[in-house]
């Protein structure tokens, strides 16, 4: 295509004026959003959608989103907006998540690759949302990237590669979440994640109950397979450097890319991490932090290109919460070419299970056990390392007085609770003495487990996410459950008032905090022979 001349727009009333009017006249405008950057046309002009497909050198099978800015602009780009829609625009919108429903005439073909569905979303950053309001018109925007290569993260990022190709672009500063949307589908008999984001797969569960996920979420698609959705390709993502993705242990990943060490190669390593490593290396976040992995990804891969960078030896995410967005970029960037370094040894598949208090976690790990799984009980090991001669429970007498024991000298278990928990900052000093100490008998016993041959682990811990115990779990899944039945199953299992179960129930995370890192969510809403039929389809998730 001939290069016309890109103009840099600043995030200013002018400014965002001129790029609207450009947009009204069916010219291509980059604008920044909360998740990348996204090139930007009027959705309902044909000529200048088409336009999008050429300046990217984006296939026509790869369908866009509709980026609105008022929850009153839906309804003219779709058929029907079903309850699933109505309850996700509630909880998400605006933010990254993109939904996809039946499209309406106002919305041509080429928007979505011919599919008789569209997909929609409403973005929180304010640019983008003055934009929308100013042109008055939905806008179809892909990520302003040329195809394939890593999605843009700033407006730098974006005239490396598509300045002269793009009327204008407008800086609004660098991304806050990093990855494009989530992107979910309402359209089939339940709903479907297509590609994951910022939203997780836990936190649409937590609308909607049951999600399924497509199968090109983790794997290739299928030759011939139709688009639903962007980012579904086989290769996409890619720095011009060769991706490899390695999964395995922090020393196992120093010594397998240090035994690489040549020219060209460099490693993308967890931060904290890269002192192990002898070759050139780039840091996406600490390992525990899967945002800060999301917000830097695309950046690193870009900086790998500048660096010079061959081949990039990636440090495997983990799968979990925002975590698998991470992952499925990864996995896409590398061509699906994945190095599993525990593969060899690794036998036990280890489940992360756990949920607030009163939640009915202890009836889903009875399933699971039935199953064959071996069960490690945080509240069993930590009641067994409070026990009379126990190291730990001379740390608690030391910090809390001897009135916390029994004539006997066994731990009165009321007592300390009456002072552990009688404020935060005591609550903090009870799991600051006691963790050291769980999380050491726990790791023996998971290690046990696997060495006896265990095809199923299961780690029993209410507070999983907060020891870092979720780190050697292959999966996570948190139990859920209304607040009254919470509290009522309290009551009647500690012999406690209302007030004491509530003041113990204020005290723990609410129910986003799961949703937002569990790998998947099941709720608990009193019927037990639905609870144990979420719990069987656990261990068809685990053994597919």
């Known amino acids: 295509m001939n290069p016309i001349e890109t103009k840099m727009l600043k995030n200013t009333p002018a400014d965002i004026a001129l790029a609207a009017e450009l947009l009204k006249r069916g010219e291509l405008v980059v604008m920044p959003t909360e998740t990348v950057y996204g090139l930007a046309a009027d959705a309902r002009n044909e000529a200048a959608v088409a336009a999008i497909f050429t300046a990217k050198g984006r296939p026509q099978d790869n369908p866009l989103i509709v980026h609105i800015s008022d929850l009153s602009e839906l309804q003219a780009l779709v058929k029907s907006v079903p309850e699933a829609a109505k309850k996700l625009a509630a909880a998400y919108w605006p933010g990254p998540l993109t939904m996809i429903l039946p499209r309406s005439s106002s919305i041509p073909a080429v928007v979505s690759a011919g599919l008789d569905t569209v997909a929609v979303r409403f973005p929180s950053h304010p640019v983008a949302q003055a934009l929308i309001r100013e042109s008055g018109c939905p806008l179809a925007a892909p990520s302003a990237n040329l195809s394939g290569s890593p999605s843009p993260t700033t407006a730098a990022h974006v005239a490396a590669d598509l300045n002269g190709r793009v009327s204008a672009i407008v800086d609004g500063g660098a991304c806050q979440v990093g990855l494009e949307s989530t992107v979910v589908s309402l359209v089939g008999d339940k709903p479907r994640l297509l590609r994951p984001g910022g939203i997780t797969l836990a936190q649409l569960q937590a609308v909607l109950g049951d999600v399924e996920v497509d199968d090109a979420v983790t794997h290739k698609l299928k030759e011939g397979a139709v688009v639903a959705s962007p ?251 209304p607040r009254e039945a919470r509290l009522s199953r309290i009551c009647a299992r500690d012999g406690i008032s209302e007030k004491a179960a509530a003041e113990r129930m204020a005290r723990q995370p609410d129910d986003e905090f799961y949703a937002a890192r569990a790998t998947r969510l099941i709720r608990n809403d009193g019927d037990l022979a639905a609870l144990y039929s979420a719990a069987e389809e656990i261990i068809q998730w685990l053994n597919p």
Do not use: W
């Open 231 to 481: 980012g579904m390709k086989y290769k996409h993502y890619a720095p011009k450097a060769k991706v490899v993705l390695v999964k395995g242990t922090p020393a196992a990943f120093a010594a397998f890319v240090n035994s690489k060490k040549a020219d060209g190669v460099y490693a993308l390593c967890f931060s904290g991490e890269e002192t192990a490593l002898t070759v050139p290396t780039l840091t996406y976040g600490r390992r525990e932090d899967a945002s800060a992995q999301a917000q830097q990804l695309f950046y690193c891969l870009r900086r790998a290109d500048e660096l010079g960078a061959k081949t990039l030896y990636t440090a495997c995410p983990s799968e979990d919460g925002v975590g698998l967005a991470v992952y499925n970029r990864l996995l896409r960037a590398a061509a699906f070419e994945v190095i599993d370094l525990d593969a060899p040894t690794k036998k036990s598949v280890v489940l992360g299970l756990t949920g607030p208090t009163g939640s009915g976690k202890s009836a889903v790990a009875d399933v699971l056990k039935a199953h064959g799984a071996v069960i490690i009980d945080a509240d069993k090991v930590a009641r067994d390392v409070v026990e009379k001669g126990e190291p730990c429970l001379a740390a608690l007498v030391e910090a809390f007085g001897t009135e916390i024991l029994n004539p006997d000298e066994t731990l009165n278990r009321r007592a300390l609770a009456a002072k552990a928990f009688a404020s935060d900052d005591q609550t903090a000093r009870l799991t600051a003495l006691t963790h050291p100490f769980i999380l050491a008998r726990m790791r023996k016993e998971l290690a046990e487990a696997e060495k006896a041959g265990a095809k199923l682990i299961v780690v029993d811990a209410p507070l999983l996410f907060e020891s870092g115990f979720d780190r050697v779990c292959d999966k996570t899944v948190a139990v859920l459950a």
